[in-house]
T-cell receptor, first 113, second 113 residues
Framework: GQQLNQSPQSMFIQEGEDVSMNCTSS?????WLWYKQDPGEGPVLLIA?????ELTSNGRLTAQFGITRKDSFLNISASIPSDVGIYFC?????????????FGKGTKLSVKP | DVKVTQSSRYLVKRTGEKVFLECVQD?????MFWYRQDPGLGLRLIYF???????EKGDIPEGYSVSREKKERFSLILESASTNQTSMYLC????????????FGPGTRLTVL
């Protein structure tokens, strides 16, 4: 089946540093989504990308839909302690079941004050 | 704001018990999903539904069933709970047409003793 490779698996950074994480796929996706999950909570949608090459920002977060449609990255600038959590990428391929997302396994972010 | 609610945040059941997990969304979404989340395995799709009374198996349906009698409500049923079903269960919903972002509930942490 389709798989998403998300890296890195975990990151330990100092407050104020920038963060970068990415997802790659063996298949083409039509939509890329980035979620954040706080401990004990459900994932919350951060950014949605719909077009190859699209670059979208949400505050200190910036995400891009790769031009090949097989990858996406998420950057967080000037990290703060509340950025701690697990970040998931998810992709949608209309060739698969309608509306079903493929998820990466997540990047666990730890921020040291 | 889209709101997806789940009936319980924490649940403790005994092996062999029948368990019902309820999910309700208030945005008139056609699609609803049940996932389980385990460390190192990410999010795995159990069942999904495109419409009332319709259901489709996801990647790991064994040991589970679902019910969708009303558009806003999607129930996950463990007919005879087992210890390997101890997990975090997440419900999500999305539109059938247009943006396919899935919106998640807060999750139910189920422990089977």
């Amino acid at each position: 089946g389709q798989q998403l490779n998300q890296s890195p698996q975990s990151m330990f950074i100092q407050e104020g540093e920038d963060v970068s994480m990415n997802c790659t796929s063996s298949s083409i996706f039509n939509t890329w989504l980035w979620y954040k999950q706080d401990p004990g909570e459900g994932p919350v949608l951060l950014i949605a990308l719909y077009k190859a090459g699209e670059l979208t920002s949400n505050g200190r977060l910036t995400a891009q839909f790769g031009i090949t449609r097989k990858d996406s990255f998420l950057n967080i600038s000037a990290s703060i302690p509340s950025d701690v959590g697990i970040y998931f990428c998810a992709g949608l391929n209309y060739g698969g079941s309608q509306g079903n997302l493929i998820f990466g396994k997540g990047t666990k972010l730890s921020v040291k004050p | 704001d889209v709101k997806v609610t789940q009936s319980s945040r924490y649940l403790v059941k005994r092996t062999g018990e029948k368990v019902f997990l309820e999910c309700v969304q208030d945005m008139d979404h056609e699609n609803m999903f049940w996932y389980r989340q385990d460390p190192g395995l990410g999010l795995r799709l159990i069942y999904f539904s495109y419409d009332v009374k319709m259901k489709e198996k996801g990647d790991i349906p064994e040991g589970y069933s679902v019910s969708r009698e009303k558009k806003e409500r999607f129930s996950l049923i463990l007919e005879s709970a087992s210890t390997n079903q101890t997990s975090m269960y997440l419900c999500a919903s999305s539109l059938r047409q247009g943006p396919n972002e899935q919106f998640f509930g807060p999750g139910t942490r189920l422990t089977v003793l």
